[in-house]
C-alpha cells in the first residue's frame, strides 16, 4: 500500500465526515474513545443512529446490542421494496452506554489504530458506489465498535421516513408472517390426521 508512509509513525488515524458532523462536536468527548483499550475502530453515535449502509452486525451480536442482526445492505432492500422500512427500523436512538460490538459501522466519524490499519489487506473499496466501502475495509479488522458516548452532530434528513406506507409494508410484513404459521399449523394438522 504506497499511501502508509503518511500515517506510520502514529498511534491513530481519524476519519470523519467533512460536512457539519463536528458542529457539536466537544473536544472533551474524545475521553470516551479511550475509556476502552481492546479495539481496533471505534464509531460514532448521533441522537437517532443514522448510518445504516455502513452498518454490520452478524456474528458479534450479543444481548446487550440493541440493534437486530443486519448482514445486508438496507438501501438495497429500500430500492427493492420501495420502501425505507429496512432502513428505517434500524435507526434507534442508542441507550446503552457500553460499546457495541459491530461487523462494520461508521456513523460519520471512526477513530482507528494506525496498526490495525497497515495490517489490514482489505482497502476502502465500494465497487464504483454499489456497496459501502467501509464494508469491505472492515472485512480485515476484528475489534469494531460504535461508542455509544461518543455522540456527533445528527442530521434529520437522514432519519425522516415516509411513515405511511412503512407503517403499510410493516403490517404486510407481519400478516404473510401470519399467513406462514396459519399455513404451517394447518398442514402438521392435517399430516397428523
Known sequence: MAEIHYIEGYEYMIMSD????IATFKP???KYLFEHKHWDALFANCDTY???WAL???DKWTSDCPFEMIDYDCWEKAHQYKTKYFINRHQIKIKTKKLIPVDSAF???GIYRVNKIIMNENKYNGFGGKRCEHIEF???MK???ICPKFLVNNQDQHTKTNAKSDRIFTYFIYLVSYIKR???FLINYLNFL
Open 18 to 21: 467533512l460536512d457539519d458532523v
Open 28 to 30: 472533551s468527548q474524545l
Open 50 to 52: 443514522y448510518d445504516i
Open 56 to 58: 454490520r452486525i452478524k
Open 107 to 109: 456513523g460519520r466519524f
Open 138 to 140: 472492515h472485512k480485515g
Open 143 to 145: 475489534r469494531l465498535f
Open 182 to 184: 396459519y399455513l404451517s
